[in-house]
């Protein structure tokens, strides 16, 4: 039971994950066609912004898979 409740912790972490990357990516895109000449600046922010989300979704499957067998 530990390992499938690890399982649908992961997948939820990689669900939110892709969630919000995609948000960033659209909200990004919107805000770089409101203003070209700030694409540079947009960009980098929205890489930075991802990488986070995408390093909050990793730890939460470390910790769904190391806790869940265990539970």
């Known amino acids: ?4 409740l690890a399982a649908i912790g992961a997948g939820l972490a990689v ?7 995609g948000q960033i990516g659209g909200r990004a895109m919107d805000a ?3 203003q070209p000449e700030a694409s540079g600046d947009i960009r ?6 991802a990488a986070l989300v ?3 979704a990793l730890f939460a499957i470390v910790v769904a ?3 869940g067998p265990i539970a």
């Open 54 to 56: 995408e390093g909050a």
């Open 65 to 67: 898979l190391i806790r």
């Open 32 to 34: 770089i066609a409101r």
């Open 1 to 4: 039971m530990g390992a499938g």
């Open 15 to 21: 669900l939110g994950a892709g969630i919000g990357i």
């Open 44 to 49: 980098t922010t929205m890489i930075i912004a």
